[in-house]
């Protein structure tokens, strides 16, 4: 069983369309992250959790927002969506100094 | 403001032929260094990491990469790749007093038979 689980894995939605998408683990680590990953780009941080109750600003987070429901899930939303969205979005968690990814999602606006 | 170079963006080899990929950093404090492989169509997958100790360091699949402090690399090899190595590549560099994963750009490699 994957330790790190995403879903959807491909979405395409609308311009101005709110979407979620959700990131679980069981590998039991207090620190998740999202990153949205562009060709050419590499991959850059959206949103960071220390715990539940500690959420932080990546370096991208305009247009972005998170909830970190439990240790085991982290949401990341697009309150309205738009085509520069549009990229390959990856859940990760932190143990000890190593971060594990998620198996991403692809998401196309239109 | 910590950055992560990668300067092959895209490699071409036979198989058998010997691969090394560059990886820079700026930053002049300790840091904890990776090298990530997607394979095509697949999530990141840790290579081999660098925290201390011999900078020669080995990971998976016969892939080892030296930390150069003086020179700050991190750069990746493999004596002999195989057509299963065709992947993207990436590097990225953590600092000790933050915890965020800065990666480069990407080295996308393609192995032919």
């Known amino acids: 069983d994957a330790d790190v689980t995403q879903t959807p894995r491909n979405r395409i939605t609308k311009t101005g369309k709110r979407i979620m998408l959700e990131c679980s683990q069981t590998k039991g680590h207090d620190r998740m992250y999202w990153y949205r990953q562009d060709p050419g780009l590499g991959l850059r941080l959206i949103y960071y959790s220390f715990d539940v109750k500690d959420i932080n600003k990546g370096e991208i987070s305009d247009g972005y927002s998170v909830s970190r429901q439990a240790q085991a899930k982290f949401s990341l939303s697009l309150e309205s969506a738009i085509p520069n969205q549009t990229a390959l979005y990856f859940c990760?968690?932190?143990?000890?100094?190593?971060?594990?990814f998620g198996p991403g999602t692809r998401l196309l606006v239109l | 403001a910590q950055s992560v170079s990668q300067h092959n963006h895209h490699v071409i080899l036979s198989e058998a032929a010997s691969l090394e990929l560059g990886c820079n950093y700026s930053?002049?404090?300790?840091?904890?260094l990776f090298w990530y492989v997607q394979y095509p169509g697949q999530h990141l997958q840790l290579l081999l990491k660098?925290?201390?100790?011999?900078?020669l360091v080995k990971g998976i699949k016969g892939f080892e990469a030296e930390f150069i402090k003086s020179k700050f690399s991190f750069n990746l090899r493999k004596p002999s790749v195989q057509w299963s190595d065709t992947a993207e590549y990436f590097c990225?560099?953590?600092?000790?007093?933050?915890?965020?994963?800065?990666f480069g750009t990407g080295t996308r490699l393609q192995v032919f038979p």
């Open positions: 930053y002049g404090g300790t840091v904890n």
């Open positions: 990225a560099v953590m600092s000790y007093n933050t915890d965020k994963l800065i």
């Open positions: 990760a968690t932190k143990g000890g100094e190593t971060q594990y």
């Open positions: 660098y925290f201390s100790g011999d900078p």
